[in-house]
């Protein structure tokens, strides 16, 4: 019995024991949290002088203001070499191993010494937001980049960031107010719209948008599946996917209210961002002088809780002002892209999934052949045909454009080639060419044709399924999670 009740009271003193322990393991664990918690701005500040090459340096401010939108003082872009990741991004996407995936994206590394900066100073509960994230050694810059520039310190831009607006941007314009790099004159606000999004416009639009559907304005659209195209003429075959005819592009665009002269905000559903940018080639290819895209779409109107409206608005017609094309060399047809298949001074991007690039699957159901063009290379695009997530930010915002050119250059794809966009039939292409545009890139197009074209072409020639042999990487650095 004796025997019993010592081991018994060994028993409950163990237990305690590792209660006590795992309190005080706890405790630590705690107090360590608290610490990092509790890291106060002032406590993190670093001046602008201390930033050098080894330092990791992070632009937590709206993705406009990263491309080149002024702030409040008038200054335009971001430190060099900074990478973008705006702490609203940290609200956008609750799961924080995707946030890791961003990150990881970015290859930022979180056991790097890093700052952050905003326009001025960083407030303590965007520092919280970061510190939160598992960063071990994180500082912000004293002042920001209304500090950083008073010692004549220069910014980097992107050279065409005017042809990406904000849905700030709109919301001012539509309120009649006069946002940046707005001259005045006639504008319209144009939501496209997938065949699959019917009532998409109707429960709800931008104010004073107008709505058209992708079928209407970006294409001639031919059956959706290979047994279809039996019995059918090859030249007619060769039409559809391609642009409208160009009397038809008028006739859409004149009854839209659109004229050479109008001011055009383009902007889609997350889904449909590359039927917004296959209308603004469209647009652009007629001569419309001055086109714009809502960077990031109706995804970030949405999450920026800007108003949706669902009243019906008026169109009135008008003359378009001018012959259709005005402006015909931005877009490559079958000789051209032939062509430049075997010039050593061009490069031939294929806006692709990799599993298409490399000839394992064609990606659509009315193409029935896997491969791709000759001497095509890898431009990356997304997880599926019909996908662009490597273009694209958690807010549907375009991907940091340095980090764009740098995956191109590895592949040849530089800006003092020729280069031809191309993916099934050019509406990813079309999305990659405006970034190339707004890069200032200029011996650029797009082979609106793509793979649809050239396989039905009796002399094309393919490349050889797989990578190439100087292929500069074994598989993309590619990042899916949604």
């Known amino acids: 019995m004796k025997l019993k009740k010592i081991k018994k009271k060994l028993l409950i003193v163990a237990a305690l024991s590792l209660v006590v322990a795992l309190t005080a393991c706890n405790g630590e664990k705690k107090v360590e949290e608290d610490t990092q918690k509790t890291l106060k ?35 335009s872009g971001h430190i060099a070499g900074a990478v973008d990741f705006p702490v609203e991004w940290v609200n956008y996407e609750p799961n924080k191993e995707n946030l890791n995936i ?8 979180k056991d790097k010494k890093t700052v952050l900066y905003s326009d001025g100073d960083v407030k303590q509960e965007e520092l919280d937001k970061f510190v939160s994230l598992g960063f071990n050694d994180i500082h912000v810059l004293e002042g920001g980049i209304n500090e950083f520039t008073k010692d004549n310190r220069k910014l980097q831009r992107l050279a065409g960031y005017q042809m990406y607006v904000s849905p700030q941007w709109v919301e001012d314009l539509v309120d009649g107010k006069k946002p940046q790099g707005y001259e005045g004159g006639k504008y319209k606000i144009v939501e496209i719209s997938l065949p699959s999004e019917k009532d998409e416009y109707k429960n709800g639009h931008i104010k004073g948008a107008i709505n058209m559907n992708s079928d209407e304005i970006n294409h001639k659209p031919g059956p959706r599946t ?22 038809k592009i008028k006739e859409v665009l004149e009854n839209a209210g659109i004229d050479k002269d109008t001011t055009v905000v383009l902007y889609a559903t997350e889904k449909g961002t590359t ?16 086109i714009k895209l809502l960077n990031g779409g109706k995804e970030l109107w949405k999450l920026e809780k800007k108003p949706l409206d669902k009243e019906v608005v008026e169109i009135e017609t008008v003359e378009f002002g001018a012959d259709i094309p005005q402006n015909p060399s931005i877009v490559f047809d079958y000789e051209k892209e032939k062509q430049l298949t075997e010039d050593k001074n061009a490069a031939i991007a294929s806006v692709r999934s990799f599993d298409e690039y490399i000839g394992k699957m064609s990606g659509y159901t009315y193409i029935d052949k896997a491969g791709d063009i000759k001497n095509s290379r890898f431009a990356y695009a997304g997880s599926n045909p019909y996908a662009m997530e490597d273009y694209r930010n958690i807010d549907n915002t375009m991907f940091n454009y340095n980090m764009c050119a740098d995956r191109w250059s590895r592949w040849g794809i530089t800006p003092d080639k020729t280069v031809s966009f191309h993916c099934g039939t050019g509406w990813r292409a079309a999305e990659t060419y405006y970034i190339a545009k ?6 650029i197009g797009v082979y609106v044709g793509g793979w649809y074209e050239w396989i039905k072409m009796p002399d094309s020639q393919d490349k050889e399924k797989g990578l190439p042999k100087d292929a500069p990487e074994s598989k993309p650095e590619e990042y899916f999670y949604k």
């Open 102 to 109: 961003e990150l990881n994206r970015r290859h930022i590394n």
């Open 275 to 290: 039927a917004a940018n296959r209308a603004a080639l469209v647009m652009d290819y007629a001569g419309v002088s001055n």
């Open 41 to 75: 701005v002032e406590e993190a500040l670093v001046k602008a002088d201390s930033l050098d090459d080894s330092t990791q340096i992070i632009d937590i401010r709206h993705p406009d203001k990263f491309i080149g939108w002024e702030n409040e003082k008038k200054l």
């Open 226 to 247: 290979v047994q279809e195209y039996e019995g059918i003429p090859m030249e007619e075959q060769l039409r559809f996917w391609g642009f409208p005819e160009d009397e």
């Open 438 to 443: 707004a890069m200032g890139w200029n011996k």
